[in-house]
């Protein structure tokens, strides 16, 4: 697998509808709760949830009667309930390497170093990719176990300097790299220029790789928040996630000596003002969106929070999840977009869990 040039370029405007995990079981013994079977045809949505007390700890032993699951409004029946700490988990690491990035970037890379050698398991399987993007969105390693193959592309990161910048590792590929989409140019008859690509990136790590994926999926997404190229929207973007069943991570990391105004643009001494005065979505907003809807967390690198503390923040919430799984009640047999309310009877608890889900 990997992203050619043609698949890539065909990815956005033949987008196919994704799937939700879902299981084909009934409950069929005293022991249903941790091990359900269930009738052919019967739909069941999983979500993955990590419990936090008023301190930030994550709390461990709950047990599903401790929480109340609702679908826009209605109670659900939680039939299936478990702690999921050794499902295998795969997880795609997606880092803006565009010219903002530069300074940030070798801190970056060394923190990705350390995650990946504590986090993947051999014996569980688990499995990640790494994807940059600037004004173009590359795949630099496929799904891949092996903690060296990941090392190696990890250390062909750089920045971009320009038009043209082309990087392609094993298994990759890239797009925008001319030609333009299926049937000439891109969607609205644009032309590719300079930008960072971070909805596409995202889009494209969910549709490309993840949805195809079963178990604990995660993104990490690495960026000062900018996107000033992409051909998708936000609204896509995330979209792509949750149909994806996919934790969005992201890590707001700004180089302190940068510059920007409210537009998202500029750098001290080579700043460039916003193109035709065309205001931007705040890149924190943003961040905090994308996480939100998808169950993930936004942090926000600092001194008093730096990188390497923030991806150990990650491994400890990716270890420490709760798998629940209902059918939802009721005769709406509608695709529009059900909102989700996971909470827990034990006041002073938060919940960190995915808002909604698209059925299929």
């Given at each position: 697998m990997?992203?050619?040039?043609r698949?890539?370029l065909?990815a956005i405007?033949l987008?196919?509808a994704?799937?939700?995990l879902?299981?084909?079981q009934?409950a069929q013994?005293?022991?249903?709760?941790q091990?359900?079977t269930f009738?052919?045809g019967?739909?069941?949505?999983n979500l993955?949830?990590?419990?936090?007390?008023?301190?930030?700890?994550i709390?461990?032993?709950?047990?599903k009667e401790?929480?109340?699951?609702d679908?826009d409004?209605h109670?659900q029946?939680?039939r299936?309930f478990?702690q999921?700490?050794?499902?295998?988990?795969?997880?795609?690491l997606?880092?803006d390497?565009?010219?903002?990035?530069?300074?940030v970037?070798?801190d970056?890379r060394m923190?990705a170093?350390r995650f990946?050698?504590?986090?993947l398991?051999d014996k569980?399987q688990d499995m990640?990719?790494l994807i940059?993007?600037?004004?173009?969105?590359e795949?630099l390693?496929?799904l891949?176990?092996s903690r060296?193959?990941?090392?190696n592309?990890?250390?062909?990161?750089?920045?971009?300097d320009?038009g043209?910048?082309r990087r392609?590792?094993p298994g990759?590929g890239?797009?925008?790299s001319?030609?333009?989409?299926p049937?000439g140019?891109?969607p609205?008859?644009?032309?590719?220029g300079?930008?960072?690509c971070?909805?596409?990136?995202?889009?494209l790590?969910?549709?490309?790789?993840l949805k195809?994926?079963?178990?604990?999926?995660?993104?990490?997404l690495?960026t000062?928040?900018?996107?000033?190229?992409?051909?998708?929207?936000?609204?896509?973007?995330?979209?792509?996630?949750?149909r994806?069943d996919?934790?969005v991570?992201s890590?707001?990391?700004?180089?302190?000596?940068m510059?920007?105004?409210p537009?998202?643009f500029?750098?001290r001494g080579?700043?460039?003002?916003?193109m035709g005065?065309m205001?931007?979505?705040?890149?924190?907003k943003?961040?905090?969106?994308?996480s939100?809807?998808?169950?993930?967390?936004?942090?926000?690198v600092?001194r008093r929070l730096p990188?390497?503390?923030?991806f150990?923040?990650i491994?400890?919430?990716?270890?420490?999840?709760?798998?629940l799984?209902y059918?939802p009640?009721g005769a709406?047999t509608?695709?529009d977009?059900?909102?989700?309310?996971l909470s827990?009877?034990q006041?002073?608890l938060?919940?960190q869990t995915?808002?909604?889900?698209?059925p299929t």
């Open positions: 990997g992203f050619t040039r698949g890539l065909s405007p987008l196919p994704l799937r939700l879902r299981g084909q009934q013994s005293p022991q249903a709760d091990n359900p009738s052919a019967v739909k069941v949505v993955f949830a990590t419990v936090r007390d008023k301190q930030g700890a709390v461990k032993d709950l047990t401790d929480f109340v699951l679908e409004g109670v029946v939680i299936y478990a999921e700490s050794d499902l295998p988990l795969t997880v795609g997606l880092v390497t565009s010219g903002s990035t530069r300074r970037l070798p970056e923190a170093y990946l050698e504590q986090t398991r569980a990640a990719f940059h993007f600037d004004f173009e969105v795949l390693q496929d891949t176990s060296q193959r990941l090392e592309a990890l250390d062909e990161l750089q920045t971009a320009g043209g910048l392609r590792g990759g890239s797009y925008p001319g030609g333009g989409y049937g140019g891109y609205g008859g644009g032309r590719r300079g930008g960072t971070l909805y596409d990136s995202v889009l790590a969910s549709d490309e790789i195809k994926q079963t178990g604990r999926k995660a993104v990490i690495l000062d928040g900018e996107d000033n190229g992409s051909k998708v929207s936000l609204p896509r973007a995330v979209e792509a996630a949750q994806a996919t934790l991570y890590i707001l990391f700004e180089d302190p000596d510059n920007f105004n537009g998202g500029g750098r080579w700043g460039r003002p916003p005065g205001d931007r979505p705040d890149g924190r943003v961040l905090q969106q994308i939100r809807e998808t169950g993930g967390r936004f942090f926000e600092s990188i390497n503390k923030v150990e923040a491994e400890e919430d990716l270890r420490n999840q709760y798998s799984g059918t009640d709406d509608s695709t977009y059900r909102r989700i309310h827990t009877r006041k002073g938060t919940v995915r808002e909604g889900y698209y």
